[in-house]
């Protein structure tokens, strides 16, 4: 049971990014998805959740779009307009967290590795 965040980089400010979460070992169909991000120094924050709902932190929402390729076992992140404060590694995890708690990390079973998202001003 895997799951494989990549996408990161460095890009400038205004620039985009999509992030990549594939899993293997299981199938994603069967889960919520959920991408965290966590920046130095800081708490490890939910910023976006598709399941049966979708769910975007209000830091992100109207610049982050979150889809789910079941086909290919594969879920993204696109990330548009990006700001210095999107500075993070960014994680994608898998679980079934009931609606109030789709930004609690420890609702979550599986998780990815994680990949640096760093946003130059």
């Known amino acids: 049971v895997q799951l494989q965040a990549s996408g990161g980089g460095l890009v400038q400010v205004g620039g985009s990014l999509r992030l990549s979460c594939a899993a293997s070992g299981f199938r994603l169909a069967h889960y919520g998805i959920g991408w965290f991000r966590q920046a130095p120094g800081k708490e490890r924050e939910g910023v976006s959740y598709r399941g049966g709902s979708t769910y975007y932190a209000d830091s992100v929402k109207g610049r982050f779009t979150i889809s789910r390729d079941n086909a290919k076992n594969t879920v993204y992140l696109q990330m548009n307009s990006l700001k210095p404060e999107d500075t993070a590694v960014y994680y994608c995890?898998?679980?079934?967290?009931?609606?109030?708690?789709?930004?609690?990390?420890?609702?979550?079973?599986?998780w990815g590795q994680g990949t640096l998202v760093t946003v130059s001003s």
């Open positions: 995890a898998a679980g079934r967290p009931a609606g109030s708690a789709r930004s609690t990390s420890s609702m979550y079973y599986y």
